[in-house]
C-alpha cells in the first residue's frame, strides 16, 4: 500500500531524474545546435562588423591563360610548402615556373595597391610599375558608374554600373559565404567533416572549410556542373583588429581552365583600418588639364569624348554638366543633311516660281483670229 501511495510521486520524479541521469552521462540534455546555424552566425556578425575598410597591400597576379604549363595538382604541392614566413620566397620560386604572360602589362607582380570601401563604393589606388610616372591607375565604383583613369595616356573613362572589371573589395581578402542563399538551401548543404576544431561545409558545386569557433575561412572551392574544380581560395595568416575583427594577412584566388592555372592572385595585406570615416571626395576622381574624357553611360558605341580644358576634381561632374549643355543647345545637324535641307529648299522655290508662271499664262485671253 506504502509503494502504491508512492507511486504519483515517482512518476513525478522519474523523469527529471532520468534527465539528469542522462545529462550526466551525455554533459547535457539538450541537444547540438545545428553546425551550419552556428557557423552562418558567426559570418554574419563578423560581415556586418565591418562598415568601411583603409586596407593597403601588395599584388601579385599572373595570367597564365593559354599558355600555361602549371597543373592544378602541381599547384595545389607548391601551395602545400607555402607559410607565412616564407611568402616572399614562395612567390620567387613560384614566377619561375610559370611562363611569361603574352600581355606583360597585364601583370601585376608586386604592385602596390590601396584600397577603400564604404558600402557598395570603393576605389582601388593601383601604383603605376610600367614607368616612373608618380601616377596611378584608378579604378572607381561609386554606387552608380565605374571610372577607369590611366596615367598613361591621361584618359578617364565612364562606364554605367559594373563593368566587370575587376576592382579589389572586402569580399576578395576576406571571404564571406552568400549567407541567404545558404540558408535557403541548407538542405543542399552537409557537414562532411567536424575534427581539430575545423568544419568542412559540402554540396555539389562547392565547399567551405573554417575554424568551428572563430569562423575563420581557411579554404573554398567551387566546381563546374560536372565536378571539375574552377576556383579555389586559400586565406591565412589572420589577425585580430580592433573592433574584434578578424581578417586574413595572406590570400590566394587561383582560377582553373583545362586543369591548368589560368589566373592565379596572391594578396599580402600590409596595413588595415576599419570603421573610421572615409571623405566623400575619396570616391570621386580627379582629371588633369588636357586629359581625355570618354563617357560611355549613354551609349557605348558612340562615346562621348571631350578633352578637359581645366584640370576637374570630378570627371562625373564634368561629363554630366556638359551633357545638360548638349541637351538645352539645338542639336547640331551634320554637312551632309544641312546641303541636303539646303537643296530641297532650292528646289522647292523653283517649283513655286514655275507654277506661278503657269498661273499667270493660264490667265491670258485666247483670240480665236490668230
Given at each position: 500500500m506504502k509503494l502504491l501511495h508512492l507511486m504519483p510521486t515517482l512518476c513525478l520524479v522519474a523523469p527529471q531524474f532520468s534527465c539528469v541521469s542522462l545529462g550526466v552521462?551525455?554533459?547535457?540534455?539538450?541537444?547540438?545546435?545545428?553546425?551550419?546555424?552556428?557557423?552562418?552566425?558567426?559570418?554574419?556578425?563578423?560581415?556586418?562588423?565591418?562598415?568601411?575598410?583603409?586596407?593597403?597591400?601588395?599584388?601579385?597576379?599572373?595570367?597564365?591563360?593559354?599558355?600555361?604549363?602549371?597543373?592544378?595538382?602541381?599547384?595545389?604541392?607548391?601551395?602545400?610548402?607555402?607559410?607565412?614566413e616564407n611568402f616572399s620566397q614562395f612567390l620567387d620560386s613560384f614566377h619561375g615556373q610559370?611562363?611569361?604572360?603574352?600581355?606583360?602589362?597585364?601583370?601585376?607582380?608586386?604592385?602596390?595597391?590601396?584600397?577603400?570601401?564604404?558600402?557598395?563604393?570603393?576605389?582601388?589606388?593601383?601604383?603605376?610599375?610600367?614607368?616612373?610616372?608618380?601616377?596611378?591607375?584608378?579604378?572607381?565604383?561609386?554606387?552608380?558608374?565605374?571610372?577607369?583613369?590611366?596615367?598613361?595616356?591621361?584618359?578617364?573613362?565612364?562606364?554605367?554600373?559594373?563593368?566587370?572589371?575587376?576592382?579589389?573589395?572586402?569580399?576578395?581578402?576576406r571571404y564571406f559565404p552568400e549567407f541567404y542563399?545558404?540558408?535557403?538551401?541548407?538542405?543542399?548543404?552537409?557537414?562532411?567533416?567536424?575534427?581539430?576544431?575545423?568544419?568542412?561545409?559540402?554540396?555539389?558545386?562547392?565547399?567551405?572549410?573554417?575554424?568551428?569557433?572563430?569562423?575563420?575561412?581557411?579554404?573554398?572551392?567551387?566546381?563546374?556542373?560536372?565536378?571539375?574544380?574552377?576556383?579555389?581560395?586559400?586565406?591565412?595568416g589572420y589577425m585580430e583588429y580592433p573592433g574584434n575583427i578578424d581578417f586574413p594577412t595572406f590570400s590566394i584566388n587561383a582560377s582553373y581552365r583545362d586543369g591548368k592555372i589560368a589566373v592565379v592572385s596572391f594578396y599580402r595585406v600590409e596595413e588595415c583600418v576599419f570603421n573610421e570615416d572615409l571623405p566623400e571626395?575619396?570616391?570621386?576622381?580627379?582629371?588633369?588639364?588636357?586629359?581625355?574624357?570618354?563617357?560611355?553611360?549613354?551609349?557605348?558605341?558612340?562615346?562621348?569624348?571631350?578633352f578637359a580644358p581645366d584640370s576637374v576634381t570630378d570627371v562625373v561632374e564634368f561629363a554630366d554638366s556638359i551633357r545638360s549643355d548638349e541637351e538645352m543647345r539645338p542639336p547640331i545637324r551634320s554637312r551632309s543633311f544641312l546641303l541636303t535641307i539646303a537643296g530641297v529648299s532650292v528646289g522647292l522655290v523653283f517649283l513655286l516660281i514655275g507654277i506661278k508662271l503657269w498661273g499667270r499664262r493660264a490667265k491670258v485671253p485666247h483670240n480665236p483670229m490668230q
Open positions: 552521462l551525455l554533459g547535457q540534455c539538450k541537444t547540438d545546435p545545428d553546425p551550419l546555424d552556428a557557423v552562418l552566425r558567426i559570418w554574419k556578425a563578423q560581415d556586418s562588423s565591418i562598415v568601411t575598410i583603409y586596407c593597403k597591400l601588395r599584388m601579385y597576379r599572373h595570367a597564365g591563360y593559354p599558355a600555361s604549363t602549371m597543373t592544378r595538382k602541381r599547384f595545389l604541392q607548391e601551395i602545400a610548402t607555402l607559410k607565412a610559370v611562363p611569361p604572360p603574352e600581355h606583360p602589362r597585364r601583370e601585376y607582380w608586386g604592385d602596390d595597391v590601396e584600397i577603400f570601401q564604404q558600402g557598395v563604393k570603393v576605389r582601388n589606388n593601383v601604383a603605376n610599375s610600367h614607368d616612373k610616372s608618380p601616377e596611378n591607375f584608378t579604378y572607381l565604383f561609386n554606387g552608380k558608374e565605374e571610372i577607369h583613369f590611366n596615367p598613361l595616356n591621361h584618359q578617364a573613362t565612364l562606364i554605367p554600373g559594373r563593368s566587370g572589371v575587376l576592382i579589389l573589395g572586402i569580399r576578395d581578402l542563399a545558404m540558408e535557403n538551401e541548407r538542405r543542399n548543404w552537409v557537414v562532411e567533416d567536424r575534427s581539430d576544431g575545423k568544419i568542412r561545409l559540402c554540396r555539389s558545386d562547392s565547399s567551405i572549410e573554417a575554424d568551428e569557433q572563430s569562423g575563420r575561412i581557411y579554404h573554398i572551392l567551387f566546381n563546374d556542373a560536372h565536378g571539375t574544380p574552377i576556383q579555389e581560395i586559400f586565406e591565412f571626395s575619396i570616391f570621386s576622381i580627379g582629371a588633369p588639364k588636357g586629359a581625355m574624357i570618354v563617357d560611355l553611360r549613354k551609349d557605348a558605341k558612340k562615346p562621348r569624348q571631350v
